[in-house]
């Protein structure tokens, strides 16, 4: 699992993909996340606007990523 450490109160998940380097561009971002690719907290997430917090994971290709 690879940690990702945010210094505000939440992240978009938009956001984060870009922070893990997961993708490039918000564009790639959108795509995936529509496309039902993305999982936070062990269920698929269709809105890149979802606001994650400390303690939430995200998982994408057999990757984890948590935010502390």
Same mark, same amino acid.
């Given at each position: 699992?690879?940690? %990702?450490?945010?210094?505000?109160?939440?992240?978009?998940? @938009?956001?984060?993909? +870009?922070?893990?380097?997961?993708?490039?561009? $918000?564009?790639?971002?959108?795509?995936? %996340?529509?496309?039902?690719?993305?999982?936070?907290?062990? @269920?698929?997430?269709? +809105?890149?606007?979802?606001?994650?917090?400390? $303690?939430?994971?995200?998982?994408?290709?057999?990757?984890?990523?948590?935010?502390?």
């Amino acid at each position: 699992m690879n940690n %990702i450490k945010i210094t505000t109160d939440f992240i978009k998940l @938009e956001q984060l993909l +870009k922070l893990a380097n997961i993708v490039s561009s $918000g564009g790639i971002a959108k795509e995936l %996340i529509q496309n039902g690719e993305i999982k936070v907290n062990g @269920e698929v997430e269709i +809105k890149r606007g979802k606001k994650l917090r400390p $303690g939430d994971f995200i998982e994408y290709e057999g990757q984890k990523f948590f935010i502390e």
